[in-house]
DNA sequence: TACTGTGAAGCACTTCACAGCG
DNA sequence: CGCTGTGAAGTGCTTCACAGTA
């Protein structure tokens, strides 16, 4: 797995918290909106309101990349777009290859906000022989085989990986041997990654189990409405049974005694 | 904006953290697998590893949801299946309405993962005429007009939208007056819900932006290797300038003095 | 013995509330 | 006067370390 320090030491570069750096985004969107409209300057409360976000936690974020505001007055957009670009590295080019084109993948390539800031889809690749040569968003899809080459020649450090999960790990290794640093996941896969590598993950179906999870407790308030309290959302449910768990405690329904199938 | 109480109050849903929450799809995952390889049972060091978190926090995060394990042995895989699916609502269906069926929403429509776990795409819908009736993924694409239509008769609580951003807010406002009551957002905007609507975000861009940020910071690192550190980015870069900023303050390279265009 | 379950300590982020300044 | 910038207090999550138990 890891190679030198194993766990990661709560990553705060260069004092920016990783909480801030994640909101940064955000307000240069609003900024960006705001400039497009030839807004020149922009309260915290205003800004925070565009972003989501409450003011206090704006201004102490603003806080860490220095004192870009004006007493009395705000912030001036022009500058803080720039500030922030800058601190994002967003003032640079940066190539990215997306490895796995498939639906997932073919959408990312014809995605628009890719482009916007900086990123710039420097290759495809894929698995598929018959797919090498087509054009996906007017870039041609390169085999698998030459994905060492690719990176190198052009100088790809970000990699994004939308193929299936079976060859995500695989696809990974060889994306970090041939120089990429940093990886965007699609695949629903835990990736292990020296050192030094950042992985960011994107997973849809965990997004929507975690929605499910509060749209269950909504149904159970509701049916709640009267005198008592949490609902058994499912009753007629399958319910394994192994092992002999004595004395447990589960907070409600310990589990029914029929088996699945 | 908001309807009822303003900000959304820490969330801690029946005692279990939002925190572990988030990870309990990650745990159901590697369960899952272990499942279909017929393993009885795993310790939480093992079950950590394949979920990519440390064993103190798992076994801390399994406490919340009740005592479901055997002291030296370990957990039973089936029996915690069912127990996380339980808790995450998974053992009822859950018809899901996809908005805006462009590339992403193509890919998301055809995605598997959704149908493994208790989610089904119950409707597609787009605002062009000419999509009307066109199969995706084997269903067929509706229009926006009959939304509302479309979301009671699917009893659909879970939204997905997947428009341009411009669309983004008024679909979103459809979906909630048509009654539903969660939505992962994938349009590059904040949308505004009434309490008791939750959204989730999904934000590629953003990602990538946070991945660039650290990217850079590498290349700062590894270009300070001799005695002197941070490298400023972008020496030649266009840097805006407007209003009078008077005692400012970044931390380094203040700004060049060139107008970009 | 080998592992879980959990108080207690530590840490990071958020929010408050107000001093400071244009 | 209005709004930023920030110490200090508050909150929630993570990690430690070990008592408890099959």
């Known amino acids: 797995m890891a190679t030198g320090r194993t766990h990661r ?18 307000y240069l969107r609003a900024l960006t909106a705001l400039s497009e409209r030839s807004v ?10 565009a972003a989501g976000v409450n003011s206090a936690k704006l201004r102490k974020d603003f806080s860490y ?16 777009v720039y500030q922030i670009s800058r601190e994002l590295g967003l003032t640079q080019d940066w190539p990215v290859a997306i490895v796995g084109i498939g639906n997932l993948g073919a959408a990312l390539a014809n995605y628009g906000g890719f482009a916007s800031r900086g990123f710039r889809v420097a290759a495809l690749i894929d698995a598929d022989p018959a797919m090498a040569g087509t ?11 030459d994905l060492d080459r690719i990176i190198s020649d052009n100088g790809v450090s970000i990699g994004v990986i939308t193929t299936p999960p079976g060859a995500a790990q695989q696809v990974c290794d060889r994306l970090v041997a041939a120089g990429v640093t940093s990886i965007l996941n699609f695949a629903p896969t835990v990736l292990s990654v020296p050192d030094g590598v950042d992985v960011r993950k994107v997973d849809l179906s965990i997004e929507l189990q975690i929605l499910a999870f509060h749209e ?20 007629d449910e399958a319910p394994p049974m192994r092992a002999t768990p004595a004395g447990r405690k589960g907070p409600d329904g310990d589990m029914p005694a029929v088996m699945p199938a």
């Open 9 to 26: 030491p709560a990553t705060r570069s260069r004092g920016i918290p990783e909480a801030t750096v994640a909101r940064l985004p955000l």
């Open 40 to 49: 020149p300057t922009v309260s915290s409360e205003e800004l925070a309101a």
């Open 216 to 235: 269950q407790r909504k149904a159970g308030e509701e049916a709640a409405a009267d005198g008592r309290a949490a609902v058994d959302p499912d009753s």
């Open 135 to 145: 054009p996906v968003a007017g870039i041609a899809v390169q085999h698998t085989d």
């Open 65 to 80: 990349l220095g004192s870009y505001g004006t007493r009395g007055v705000g912030y001036d957009v022009e500058y803080l």
